[in-house]
Structure formats: structure tokens, C-alpha cells
């Protein structure tokens, strides 16, 4: 089993649409969780950082639940430009990131 | 966050010979990190850059392979030596800052795109 799982999609959605993507992991002392947008041939970018009360940034929102060990981003009223493929990450205490395999988006028209 | 730059951007190599990778950021940061992408992957973290020490490599990665260097807190060199195909690839610099106090967020730089034939 991976450390860090993701629905590799793609999915394809209309513009305005919400979306959701889920990812799970299998280390319970994980400290830190993050989400990152990778656009195609370019380096990933941190999109938001995961924190337990949840958090929200425009139409952008995190959640994580320690319990079942799974982050969710949901991203709302779907623009073109969200097109990409977002990276579930997961730090532990040795300060190790690790990567899920991404989740891709098509937002389209 | 911190500005990074990789040179080269990209490079086409020629099995059996070596490349070295530079990582420059803007700012002194404490962790630096190699990682590897391979088309159509994910990020596998290649090695940890320590100031000052040899870098911590993670499992299937060797120090003979991929030599890193990293005189200061803000410079770190990965070489990929005797390439093979196998090693085509794009290759990241990472480092880790705190962001605010809150938390310990991670930025990447443009990668270098290496093919070798």
C-alpha cells in the first residue's frame, strides 16, 4: 500500500462545477499536509497547507481528518484555468515529505 | 516563500558521462532537497543536502550516483554521474521554510529536464 493515495481522475468537469479530491495515508504520526498544483512541464506549487480546523483561501478548501487519515480539497465554481494536476502532501516527524501520485483536473468549457 | 533557480534548465547528455545540477535560492533556508520526476509520476525524494555534512539519501538512491554538495545555506549542486537513459528525468530542488511559525511549507524550483541518449 502506498503512504499517500490519491484518485488519479482525471477528472473532467464543466466550468462552475465543484469538485472534490480525497487522499489517504497510511502513516497516523503525520504531521503536516499540504496541497500542490502542478501544471504541465512546470514545477509543483504549493496551492495551501492542511490544517486540522480546516481552511479556506477564496474558492479553495481544505480539510483534514486525522481520525481516518484522509485530506480533501474541494474547489469551487471551477474556472479554466484550475486545469492542472493537484498533489496530495503528507510530512511526518523526520521532516520527510511524501507525494501522492496527483489527482489530474480538466476544466473545460 | 523563497525564489529558486536550477541551471541548466534543461540538458541533453550522452550515457556513461555526468551532469552537474546547480540549486540557488534567494534566502537562507536550513533543508534542501533533491527529488526526481519521471514522465507521467510523481516527486521521489533523491536525498536531504545538509550544510556542512554528506547528504541523507533515501533508499535506492547512492552517494556514488548521485553526488550533492552544499558549502552554504543557500546553494546545493546535485550531480547525476555515469547516466544511463534510465536517468532521463526531471530533477527539483526543494527547500523548506517556515511559513509565519505556523507551519513548515516547501517550494520547488523550475526543475532541469535531462535526456540522455
Known amino acids: 500500500r502506498k503512504e499517500v493515495e490519491q484518485d488519479p481522475g482525471p477528472f473532467n468537469v464543466p466550468e462552475g462545477a465543484t469538485v472534490a479530491f480525497n487522499c489517504t495515508y497510511s502513516?497516523?504520526?503525520?504531521?503536516?499536509f499540504f496541497w500542490y498544483r502542478q501544471d504541465c512541464r512546470k514545477e509543483p506549487k504549493l496551492l495551501m497547507s492542511?490544517?486540522?480546523s480546516g481552511n479556506e483561501d477564496g474558492r479553495f478548501t481544505a480539510q483534514l481528518n486525522r481520525a481516518s487519515q484522509y485530506i480533501s480539497l474541494l474547489i469551487r465554481d471551477s474556472k479554466l484555468s484550475d486545469s492542472a494536476t493537484y498533489l496530495c502532501v503528507v510530512k511526518g516527524h523526520a521532516g520527510k515529505s511524501t507525494f501522492g501520485d496527483g489527482t489530474t483536473l480538466t476544466v473545460k468549457p | 516563500s523563497a525564489v529558486i533557480s536550477q541551471k541548466p534548465s534543461r540538458d541533453i547528455c550522452q550515457r556513461g558521462t555526468s551532469l552537474t545540477i546547480q540549486c540557488q535560492v534567494d534566502?537562507?533556508?536550513?533543508?534542501m532537497f533533491w527529488y526526481r520526476q519521471q514522465p507521467g509520476q510523481s516527486l521521489t525524494l533523491i536525498a536531504t543536502?545538509?550544510?556542512?555534512?554528506?547528504?541523507?539519501?533515501e533508499s535506492g538512491f547512492v552517494i556514488d550516483k548521485f553526488p550533492i554538495s552544499r558549502p552554504n545555506l543557500t546553494f546545493s549542486t546535485l550531480t547525476v554521474s555515469n547516466m544511463s537513459p534510465e536517468d532521463s528525468s526531471i530533477y527539483l530542488c526543494?527547500?523548506?521554510?517556515?511559513?509565519?511559525?505556523?507551519?513548515?511549507?516547501?517550494?520547488f524550483g523550475p526543475g532541469t529536464r535531462l535526456t540522455v541518449t
Open positions: 526543494s527547500v523548506g521554510t517556515l511559513a509565519g511559525g505556523r507551519s513548515y511549507e516547501q517550494y
Open positions: 534566502s537562507q533556508v536550513t533543508m
Open positions: 492542511v490544517y486540522s
Open positions: 502513516n497516523s504520526a503525520s504531521q503536516s
Open positions: 543536502a545538509n550544510q556542512g555534512s554528506e547528504a541523507t539519501y
